[in-house]
């Protein structure tokens, strides 16, 4: 079973940066995905970004030059630092990660841009 826990979510002004973090822990797989899902009010949860054990990023057109998932290996944790937020970056912010076993989620941290 794999536990995830992210962190760094609050409230910022448009224009303005958040950094969120995804501790995983638990029977993680050799080979897996991980990623950052979002769901804001009254919407399906969409992509945000994702990584692979070789590095491999990918990223919504809306949040590419303004985002970057990075990770780092030895804590199994990775990062979406979010730049130039809008107010419609608004959302709860989930991790994923998917293997071999099946995708396992985070609980979200709540992303909120707004003056």
């Known amino acids: 079973q794999v536990q995830l826990v992210e962190s760094g979510g609050g409230l910022v002004q448009p224009g303005g940066s958040l950094r969120l973090s995804c501790a995983a822990s638990g029977s993680i797989s050799s080979i897996y995905v991980l990623g950052w899902y979002r769901q804001a009010p009254r919407k399906q949860r969409e992509l945000v970004a994702t990584?692979?054990?070789?590095?491999?990023?990918n990223y919504t057109d809306s949040v590419k030059g303004r985002f970057i998932i990075s990770r780092e290996y030895a804590k199994n944790t990775i990062y979406l630092q979010m730049n130039s937020l809008k107010p419609e970056d608004t959302a709860v912010y989930y991790c994923?990660?998917?293997?071999?076993?099946?995708?396992?989620w985070g609980q979200g941290t709540q992303v909120t841009v707004s003056s």
């Open positions: 994923k990660l998917a293997d071999v076993t099946g995708d396992s």
């Open positions: 990584i692979t054990n070789n590095g491999n990023t």
